[in-house]
């Protein structure tokens, strides 16, 4: 079925001397993967730069749901993303964010709000004119709610049960949970959005602290989430 839908580049690899293999996540499919030829000039209808991680993407392809890679017939810039690309921090950030939705996202369906959150993120990333030391967390902390693990509020404590995603007054039975210092984080994240984020003044030690507790949460609600091969570079990226 010859389909048009925006899309999200996540990740791509050389398969062979004239194949890239492209994941991508889409507004009308969900997840896809694509068998791409090479872009041998720049009259390709498929450019090489389209093909870079977090690219805002109008597709045309032949989807057909039982083959295990579809074909890209053609795709055109929805967005450019100057900034993402050229300033050093944001570059970092999009590259840790991309290979996070790599695995997050794995076998995604259709999900136009979800869809349109990491779209809208990716492209106010692109636009800030101030600091973005906080945007993984806050992108992290929102993301939960589209994937059906935001923290539930409704229950009232001090520690944080990362399992059930519930603030609780009694420790859980289980060693995965928050003590108050640190559950106060997760309080914290939840009050932050992108216009707001730059007001948290947090240090290198406790941004790091809270990102590891993210990913912490994150891999006991999606199976199979591996380490990040981008963290240590996130990591060293704020030193303030």
């Known amino acids: 079925m010859l389909a048009k839908t925006e899309a999200i580049v996540l990740h791509a690899l050389k398969y062979g001397e004239k194949q890239m293999i492209v994941d991508m996540f889409t507004r009308e499919h969900g997840r896809l993967s694509f068998i791409v030829p090479l872009p041998r000039s720049e009259r390709s209808k498929i450019k090489k730069q389209y093909l870079q991680p977090l690219t805002l993407l109008q597709i045309e392809a032949d989807v057909r749901p039982q083959q295990q890679l579809q074909k890209l017939r053609e795709a055109s810039l929805l967005t450019p993303l100057p900034s993402l690309l050229s300033d050093p921090k944001k570059l970092s950030i999009g590259l840790f964010v991309s290979e996070f939705l790599y695995h997050a996202l794995k076998g995604e369906q259709q999900n136009v709000p979800l869809f349109s959150y990491v779209c809208s993120s990716i492209a106010w990333l692109d636009g800030c004119q101030g600091s973005v030391a906080n945007f993984h967390l806050v ?14 509020l409704q229950e009232e404590g001090d520690c944080f049960d990362l399992r059930s995603a519930v603030f609780c007054t009694a420790t859980p039975v289980h060693r995965d949970f928050l003590m ?49 091969r981008s963290l240590s570079v996130l990591h060293e990226l704020y030193s303030e």
């Not at 914290?188 to 590891?212: G, K, N, Q, V, W």
Request: a positive charge.
């Open 180 to 228: 108050a210092q640190e559950a106060s984080h997760i309080r914290l994240l939840m009050r932050m959005d992108y216009p707001t984020m730059h007001l948290f003044r947090l240090s290198r030690a406790e941004r790091t602290r809270i990102l590891d507790i993210l990913l912490l949460y994150y891999r006991l609600h999606l199976p199979d989430f591996p380490e990040l």
């Open 139 to 152: 992108f992290l902390m929102r993301l939960s709610r589209f994937l059906g693990f935001y923290p539930n």
